[in-house]
């Protein structure tokens, strides 16, 4: 399925649901986006960081909804826990099965995001590991001086700042050496097909999911 | 009258969005030891309210930096894109608090019509946030369910975090980068 | 138009302080042409405003660069993981090739041969940030020849690597121009082994370049590789006391051996000096014996194992003059930086001086109000090494602490270490490239070649590196 298509079905999907309190349709995505990660071949490792992550908000939740709520109203409760892992589910099932690099592809042939978006942020994903190094240095640095730089430090978000606009202005830099000029239009090395099934796929989702939500009321 | 968003700016925004996130992972930040705690006096949720701060100061901080409309609002929303892409818990609804958390620190800075940069531009942008982004949670999250007194409470815990996040933090920040002279304008 | 014609060129980052003033220069096209000038002479600045990425990111400028027309220019930056876009060569090459609007259907193609160009199609998928320097620099030359440009400009571009990596990459160039006529201009601190490859050099001197004759500039290569200095050191004996050991120490990085299985020990209050080629694994022993990257073996401190201090303590009694000088500053001015450094410093030698007179130490004049990012490279480098002097580890580890700094301040500064560690002993572990001044300095020299830590003894000189 596009990509892009498929980013804005989950989000659709998810903004519904935000709205709505349906237990066995929560359920019923949750089996649905499982069937679709079982086909692309989610491991076990991914499948219970998938079931762990709102494990602890969800209980939270319940308890608060259940156990102090005005109605103690426990299936309200499982409703909302119901919902986060419909959440984690489909995030799953974009960030599993779809490379960032595809989505941006995606968006910019499809949707005509403009490309220095699309680039833009890719660059900056994929620095990730120095910038990683570089926090732990900083904290490391503040340690050899005698000081810890904590999370509420504004120091230690000034020195990551001051990394973060050399940065940028490197990379803008080497993007422009290798040829790539803002607004400028470019060829496509890998094409992003967007058929009209993407589009009925997501009209048929959206419709069932309607009926579902009325049905099982 | 502005100038338009480069692609420097863009690099720079979504680096901005990456380094909150490896702080809030290096730093070892217990949303989830914090929920626990809170849980059985059934304030679990409330952990959400009190790291909120944490992850719109991306917001506020790139509407000082850049001082162009729409800065603080694409700040905020690369950071949850970023924060998406690298498989976060909140899956694609990051996107949608995104666009809430980013409309909210935005409404600060059109209040002021970008003409104002100082602490007021920042409680203005801080109550903003914590408006729209409490309104979005009374859905998502469930709010709407939970017991009215805690709801208060919960609010003015969200704006306390917004104020030193968003409002002390940030400002403290800027502070220090516009002493060293690296923000070019 | 057969070169590249620079007229009255003057350029400034900030008005009122010009960096290059009124420059006259014509650089000859198919040839090969070497940058040379001491630290921030504006070497790199010269190259960005011919490759147009100034006063486009910062500065003002007058006078006139005129270039052949649509000549197409490539560059090769000096930190090499900072020029991609991607996540692989491959996909960095399809960036490349769409960016020039190359047509769908031969993007494919001209990626393979590239890569081929360079021998690197086994890597074409892996990610960039798993590659050594050597091979980024590889991936670099290979977009380079796919964008086919006409003019190569390489900045700095083998401070990061090792030497054979050096030598592919130069004979790749040659190849290049012979074939295709391509010029490729160079900028480098170090001349040696160039004498087969450049025919002119540019020298920077007072804001001012310019092209040296075809024999001056041989004349100049050639004196470059005469140099060469002595050091004599001791080996450590056996019953000297130490203060870190490594036991069945071992680094590993993308399935590649750094060093391999080793049992070593450093001595007490003793400078250390460790030598070995670039990419060899020198900043990452540092940083292993720092706690800051992970590695196999053990690694002891005192006879404990460093895994097993706190943190707080452990950085109290070891520190590291980390290679990227910006990276140990904590605050904003020149004189914050010190207070801190005075309030929590343990080294008896600098107590009760004021942050005037620390400065004077290092040669510096009163810079207490400055801020520390508008230094410049040399100077940042001082305070950096004077700021952690003053913390007063028991040990130091300092990662080419004398990069960018001229002969006097070097001098001054080995004085004041030197006088230092009389007053307040500290061991040093010293990683440097540069061995001049070092003779009666260092005690001990360990190099790391062949992936072998070893102790050296007796005359060395810096062909031996
Ligand atoms: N963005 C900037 N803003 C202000 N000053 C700058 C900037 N970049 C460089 N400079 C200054 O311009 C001078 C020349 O810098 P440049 O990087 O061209 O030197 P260089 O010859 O390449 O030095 P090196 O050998 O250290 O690479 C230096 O004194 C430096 O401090
Ligand atoms: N985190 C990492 N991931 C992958 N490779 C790494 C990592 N850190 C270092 N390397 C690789 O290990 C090798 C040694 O790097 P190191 O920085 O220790 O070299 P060095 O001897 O200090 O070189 P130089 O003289 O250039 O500073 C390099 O080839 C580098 O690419
Ligand atoms: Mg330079
Ligand atoms: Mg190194």
Redesign the pocket.
């Known amino acids: 399925m596009n990509p892009s298509v498929k980013l804005l079905l989950l989000l659709l999907l998810s903004f519904e649901i935000s709205f709505t309190n349906n237990l066995p349709v929560n359920l019923i995505l949750i089996a649905c986006l499982f069937i679709v990660l079982l086909f692309h071949h989610l491991t076990w490792r991914q499948f219970w960081w998938l079931m762990i992550i709102p494990l602890i908000p969800g209980i939270a939740v319940l308890i608060t909804i259940g156990g102090y709520g005005a109605a103690h109203n426990w299936l309200t409760g499982w409703g909302i826990v119901s919902r986060f892992y419909v959440y984690v589910f489909a995030g799953g099932v974009m960030t599993f099965t779809t490379s960032p690099l595809l989505l941006a592809r995606s968006l910019e042939q499809n949707f005509h995001l403009p490309s220095k978006f699309a680039y833009g942020t890719l660059a900056a994903l994929n620095i990730l590991p120095k910038i990683k190094q570089t926090v732990i240095s900083i904290r490391i640095a503040g340690k050899m001086r005698g000081i810890n730089l904590h999370w509420w430090s504004p120091r230690l978000y000034f020195k990551a700042i001051l990394s973060a606009i050399r940065w940028s202005d490197q990379l803008a830099q080497a993007m422009e050496t290798h040829g790539f000029r803002e607004g400028q239009p470019r060829t496509t090395a890998v094409k992003v097909p967007l058929y009209w099934t993407d589009w009925v796929i997501l009209i048929i989702s959206m419709v069932l999911l309607q009926f579902l939500l009325i049905a099982l009321h | 009258m502005f100038r338009q968003f480069h692609l420097k700016d863009i690099i720079l925004l979504a680096i901005i969005g990456i380094i909150f996130g490896v702080i809030y992972l290096v730093t070892g930040i217990i949303y989830n030891g914090l929920t626990i705690a809170l849980t059985p006096f059934g304030y679990g949720p409330m952990a959400n309210d009190i790291t909120l701060g944490i992850w719109c100061m991306a917001g506020p901080l790139a509407g000082f930096m850049l001082r162009l409309p729409g800065a603080s609002f694409l700040g905020e929303f690369l950071s949850a894109v970023v924060e998406m892409l690298l498989g976060d818990q909140w899956g694609v609804t990051t996107l949608l608090s995104g666009l809430v958390q980013g409309i909210g620190t935005e409404l600060g800075f059109t209040f002021t019509l970008y003409k104002i940069y100082n602490w007021v531009t920042l409680l203005l942008s801080a109550t903003t946030t914590t408006i729209l982004t409490f309104a979005w949670d009374w859905f998502r999250n469930g709010y709407s369910h939970f017991p009215f007194s805690m709801l208060v409470v919960m609010l003015i815990v969200r704006w306390l975090s917004m104020l030193f996040f968003t409002g002390i933090l940030v400002k403290l920040i800027i502070n220090l980068l516009n002493r060293s002279h690296v923000l070019a304008r | 138009m057969e070169k590249i014609l620079i007229q009255n060129l003057t350029f400034a980052?900030?008005e009122g302080q010009p960096?290059l003033n009124d420059v006259n220069l014509e650089l000859p096209l198919h040839s090969s042409i070497l940058l040379s000038?001491?630290?921030?002479?504006?070497?790199?600045?010269?190259l960005k405003l011919i490759a147009g990425l100034l006063p486009k990111y910062?500065?003002t400028y007058s006078g006139k660069i005129k270039l052949p027309h649509d000549q197409r220019i490539g560059m090769l930056f000096?930190d090499p993981a900072m020029q991609f876009t991607m996540d692989t060569p491959q996909h960095e090459l399809e960036f490349t090739l769409e960016n020039l609007q190359v047509p769908h259907k031969e993007i494919s193609n001209q990626v393979k041969a590239a890569l081929a160009f360079v021998n690197l199609q086994t890597v074409a998928h892996q990610k960039l940030t798993t590659l050594s320097g050597g091979q980024l620099q590889r991936v670099a030359l290979a977009v380079i020849i796919a964008m086919k440009a006409e003019i190569i400009m390489l900045?700095?571009p083998f401070t990061s690597i090792d030497e054979p990596n050096r030598q592919f990459l130069l004979q790749k160039l040659a190849q290049l121009q012979a074939k295709q006529g391509i010029t490729i201009i160079i900028?480098d601190?170090n001349l040696r082994d160039y004498q087969d490859f450049i025919q002119f050099i540019v020298q920077?001197h007072e804001h001012q370049a310019k092209l040296l004759s075809s024999n001056a500039s041989h004349q100049l290569l050639m004196n470059a590789n005469q140099h060469s200095t002595n050091l004599s050191t001791t080996f450590p004996l056996q019953g000297d006391p130490s203060i870190i050991k490594l036991h069945d120490f071992s680094i590993t990085r993308n399935q590649l051996s750094l060093i391999e299985t080793t049992n070593l020990k450093l001595i007490q209050n003793k400078v250390t000096l460790l030598t070995g080629s670039s990419g060899s694994g020198k900043s990452t022993l540092l940083k292993s014996i720092a706690k800051l990257t992970p590695y196999s073996g053990q690694i002891t401190y005192a006879g404990n194992n460093i895994q097993k201090i706190f943190p707080g303590k452990y950085y109290s009694q070891v520190g590291l003059i980390f290679q990227e000088t910006n990276q140990q500053f904590l605050n904003v001015t020149v004189g914050e930086e010190l207070s801190l450094s005075i309030k929590n410093g343990k080294n008896t030698f600098f107590k009760g001086k004021s942050s005037r007179e620390l400065l004077a130490m290092v040669g510096l004049p009163d810079l207490t109000e400055r801020v520390i990012y508008?230094l410049?490279?040399g100077q940042r480098k001082l305070i950096q090494n004077l700021i952690m002097l003053m913390m007063g580890q028991k040990l130091l580890l300092m990662d080419e602490p004398f990069t960018?700094l001229d002969q006097l301040s070097l001098g001054k500064l080995l004085t004041l270490i030197k006088k230092s560690c009389q007053h307040f002993p500290q061991t040093l572990l010293i990683v440097s490239h540069q061995l001049d001044f070092l003779d009666g300095f260092v005690d001990y020299h360990l190099s790391l070649t062949n992936q072998q830590l070893t102790y050296r003894g007796g005359a060395q000189n810096e062909s031996q590196r």
Do not use: A, N, P
């Open positions: 980052y900030k960096i000038g001491s630290i921030g002479c504006g070497k790199t600045t010269l910062g500065g000096q900045d700095e900028s601190h920077f508008s410049s490279g960018g």
